[in-house]
């Protein structure tokens, strides 16, 4: 079962080849999904030859295979964590039931509308990034670029199995509303905010793959935990793809802080301006770029008082964050939980049915991982021997969505005026500015072993490879 068959011309682990129906199904989805990716993939990289992962089984232990691959012959397929035998549904109103092998008719819709808005993530963030191979600062970044693109698709492909498997004629009609939506355009953008927004710079993208991509792992992490099995095993194995995506976001914002404070201590100054001039990204603007990422990102949560989360839960379409590790009930009723609201203008705490605040459960879970690489970030600096913190802002400053949306709060956790917002935005946000300046950094470097000026290169290679490997040859 862990085994892959690359035979098919979908590879798979699910026996494709027995459900003739769905085969031919997907089999009409592919080329709509090539000609997707021939469109909004990585610009301009159709004849590139990349040092990819492909997944060869699911196992834990050894399931990727590294070899040279142009990116539209990469092998999309679909791969599902082995079944456990025996699973039970673990939490909610079912707690103690049989997982679910097949759709229930009543959570019909509920569970098409968490699996379409989780596939509508995938192909978005390949359309945010498809451009920035233009500008690569290294072929070892360009590869990782490549590489998180390419599993996104597959990311999508996982998505989209579900649909065509259990959702007959509608899952093959979300199925090709996937590939229509397209992140930022006006008539027809992706379902949430923060996957419409623009990764113009490769500053973008590392906080992105960092901040984003973790929301990515703690909604996986929820559906993982689904009593729909086939929903929780397919989630198991895109987890195991994902650790990558915050990896390439950990270690690229890493890199550039490295390379900003040994320059910083080159030449012995904290100016910004000197050294914008010195062609480094300074600490303040980073600063800047993690309060926006890291907003924009707790917003992909939800409202922090929902009856949808509540409902998810209760029916078993979605656990929490670890929900075997955890020792309460599991079913939640009568407990409560503090949110943050705002009364008279101030943010006061407020407890609330727990179930009705699962979203912000999930979003503080996900607020202490995040911290967790910001303090590793610090450490870089620390080393460096450089009196600055980075810090993530207060989880009410510059929300979007729920109760902390219609407020202006500073990173420290004040509430601020219109007008005081106005006066300091500027240094707690990107400005125009900065991002002219980020991009101004932006010029391909791709010669062998090079990187551009404005990061340092990475402490060791790919799959043991050097850092000067030839990750991409571009014929
Ligand atoms: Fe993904
Ligand atoms: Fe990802």
């Known amino acids: 079962m862990s085994s892959i068959n690359y035979t098919d011309k979908i590879p798979n682990n699910v026996n494709l ?41 699911v196992d834990p232990q050894g399931w990727a295979q590294f070899g040279h691959v142009k990116m539209p012959d990469y092998r999309w397929g679909i791969f599902l964590n082995p079944a456990e035998q025996g699973r039970k549904i ?65 990311h999508l492909w996982a998505m989209v199995y579900l649909l065509h498997k259990f959702f007959g004629r509608d899952g093959r009609e979300e199925g090709e509303a996937l590939l229509e939506r397209r992140s930022g355009q006006t008539d027809n953008p992706r379902i949430l905010q923060a996957f419409n927004e623009q990764t113009p710079d490769w500053l973008s993208f590392f906080m992105f793959t960092y901040f984003t991509d973790r929301d990515g792992k703690f909604q996986l992490c929820a559906l993982a935990e689904s009593a729909f099995d086939p929903l929780a095993r397919t989630t198991k194995f895109m987890l195991t793809e994902e650790a990558h995506h915050m990896f390439v976001g950990e270690s690229g914002v890493s890199r550039v802080i490295q390379r900003t404070c040994q320059v910083m201590n080159e030449l012995k100054t904290d100016d910004p301006a000197k050294l914008r001039a010195a062609g480094v990204i300074d600490l303040p603007t980073l600063q800047r770029y993690l309060n926006f990422h890291f907003s924009v990102t707790i917003d992909l949560f939800g409202a922090d008082e929902s009856s949808n989360a509540a409902t998810f839960y209760s029916t078993g379409l979605k656990g929490r964050y670890e929900e075997g590790k955890r020792t309460d009930d599991h079913q939640l009723r009568g407990q409560s939980y503090r949110v943050l609201n705002v009364q008279n203008g101030q943010l006061v705490e407020k407890e609330v049915p727990m179930l009705n605040a699962l979203n912000e459960v999930l979003r503080d879970d996900y607020i202490k991982d995040s911290i967790g690489g910001i303090e590793r970030w610090n450490r870089v600096i620390e080393k460096a021997g450089i009196p600055f913190r980075l810090k993530a802002p207060h989880k009410a400053f510059h929300r979007n969505i729920g109760s902390l949306s219609g407020i202006k709060v500073s990173p420290e956790g004040r509430v601020v005026s219109e007008g005081e917002w106005a006066a300091h935005v500027d240094q707690w946000l990107p ?45």
């Open 17 to 57: 080849s027995e459900d003739r129906t769905l085969q031919r199904a997907l089999e009409q989805w592919q080329p709509n999904y090539l000609s997707w990716w021939n469109d909004m993939g990585p610009d301009g990289s159709q004849d590139f030859d990349v040092y990819l992962r492909t997944a060869v089984s």
């Open 90 to 154: 673990h939490f909610g109103d079912h707690l103690g039931e049989d997982a679910w092998q097949d759709v229930p008719g009543e959570y019909r819709a509920n569970l098409r509308r968490i699996i379409v808005t989780q596939g509508d993530t995938e192909p978005a963030s390949v359309e945010q990034q498809r451009h920035l191979g233009l500008t690569a600062p290294s072929q070892y970044d360009l590869r990782n670029l490549f590489q998180v693109n390419v599993e996104e698709g597959r």
């Open 431 to 475: 400005t125009a500015t900065d991002r002219v300046f980020v991009s101004s950094l932006m010029g391909r470097v791709v010669d062998f072993g090079k990187f551009a000026n404005w990061i340092a290169p990475p402490a060791m290679g790919i799959n043991r490879q050097p850092a000067n490997f030839e990750y991409v040859r571009f014929n």
